[in-house]
């Protein structure tokens, strides 16, 4: 009888712990993007969007800060976009930083409420920086939007998107 008390009461304490530490924030569950790592390469072209499928947002927050690794100190700016009835529009942007090489992390000083599903991008003003890696070689079609990763033209607006790749870029978001 002994055991069977300790058993339950053992289970209803992790119980407890568990919703206690949701429910305090302990868990960043509104997280989104790629692992941060050095991934070698890094974009050339110049002022354009892009839209990185790989890991969309896995739950509901308010974004307190964004990370990259970054390969030059060319600006970038975190984008956050949505997809309703097949058409993506922006949710938010975080300010236009300045990176240094290698690991950044930015608080953002306007949150920026997401949804699950919600998707993470960015815009170069410049040439890129932040670091991506090629998921599938010889992928690269810059004339459909059947990749991973979805790019606009230099000056084509944040939500008109002409080609896309196979691409994981070294940026994510989330709340703390």
């Known amino acids: 009888m002994k055991?069977?008390?300790?058993?339950f009461g053992a289970i209803i304490l992790v119980i407890t712990m568990m919703v206690a530490g949701t429910a305090g924030g302990n868990t960043i569950d509104a997280i989104g993007g790629?692992?941060?790592?050095?991934r070698h390469l890094v974009d050339l072209r110049q002022g354009f969007y892009l839209l990185d499928t790989n890991q969309p947002?896995?739950?509901k927050g308010r974004l307190t800060h964004w990370e990259i690794f970054s390969e030059t100190t060319?600006?970038?700016q975190l984008v956050v976009y949505r997809q309703v009835g097949g058409v993506f529009f922006v949710v938010g942007v975080s300010a236009v930083e300045i990176p240094t090489v290698g690991y950044n992390l930015f608080t953002l000083k306007e949150?920026?409420?997401?949804?699950?599903?919600?998707?993470i991008g960015m815009f170069h003003p410049s040439t890129g920086s932040v670091s991506f890696t090629i998921d599938s070689?010889?992928?690269?079609?810059?004339?459909?939007?059947?990749?991973?990763?979805?790019?606009?033209?230099?000056?084509g607006g944040a939500t008109n998107f002409t080609g896309s790749s196979n691409r994981r870029y070294s940026i994510r978001a989330f709340k703390e």
């Open 3 to 7: 055991t069977t008390q300790r058993f």
């Open 34 to 38: 790629n692992a941060i790592v050095d």
């Open 57 to 59: 947002f896995r739950g």
């Open 74 to 76: 060319n600006p970038v």
């Open 111 to 119: 949150r920026i409420a997401v949804d699950r599903g919600d998707f």
């Open 137 to 155: 070689p010889g992928t690269d079609d810059f004339g459909d939007l059947t990749g991973t990763v979805l790019f606009t033209d230099q000056g």
